[in-house]
């Protein structure tokens, strides 16, 4: 199983010395909930940086695109077709049309966040040439060991970090600190808030940025303590920064890295987490919630 960790400036350095496999590199105006994106010469610059190191660099295009936007996805990808990146995440089809042109299919990892829920989608996926498919972030462990099992290709996970709950392409934030009055709504762009819902006595991390509004889960996801389960059946571990401070940042890929090897680590530092639905389906029910 390989460790891979999205990358910022400022932990990109850092990350680069520790012995994970691979950084991911999401690229400006294609890529959403990230800490940092990257233009193309920046990415070039950084792969080369990572190969160097004897590192894999991914690229994230997880944004979906509309009709506009796709002269834009056209122009970038003539842009990273000329650097010898390792692999590609990617969420709308209109990436994987547009790598094929460019011979990039073998490259792609299909990551749509909450679609590849069964061995049949990881067929279908195969079929299509790519790389590998992030799996559903709903997923228990018993899912995830079932699929493993029978997927003809890897199997990805996000491992560890914050879960987006909710995307609205509306600007939330600013519709309601204008209707409220009690804000500069037009200061909001990736300024980190809290929700509270009225049936939950949690708050959730909200932010507004170019491709609307994001909601996360209150909790970040841990899976130090079935990550020696986990390790023979997932291809690539994914920790997904966002919102965590470098210091953390460093703390946790530690951490993994000695799971990785066999090592314990302690596990109460992990308190301010949860194990997501690794032990839990969850169903909706009628008129809101969940029943777990």
Known sequence: MKLIVSA???TLEMLLEKAIDGVIFPVRGHAMRYGETFDADKIEEYVKRAHAKGKKAYLSMNAIHHEPELASLESTFESLSKIPFDAL?????????IADDYGLVHKLIYYPETYVTSDLDMRFWAEQSVKSAVLSREMTL??????????????SIIG??????FHSKRRLIKTFLNYTKRHDANNTFNKPYTI???????????YQDDFGTHI????PLSSVHVFATLAPLVSDFIIDTQFYTPQRIETIV???IRLQ?????????YDDHDDGFYFKKTVYTQGGGEAR
Request: glycine letters at 6%; charged letters at 35%.
């Open 8 to 10: 910022t400036t400022d």
């Open 89 to 97: 995440y990617f969420a709308d089809l209109a990436v994987y049309e």
């Open 142 to 155: 018993e899912d995830i060991k079932v699929i493993s099992q029978e997927s003809p290709i890897g199997v």
């Open 160 to 165: 560890h970090g914050y879960l987006n709950m």
């Open 196 to 206: 509270i819902e009225e049936i939950r006595e949690e708050e959730y991390p909200i």
């Open 216 to 219: 996360f889960r209150e909790k």
């Open 254 to 256: 530690d951490d993994y």
């Open 261 to 269: 090897n066999g090592e314990s680590v302690d596990e109460t530092k």
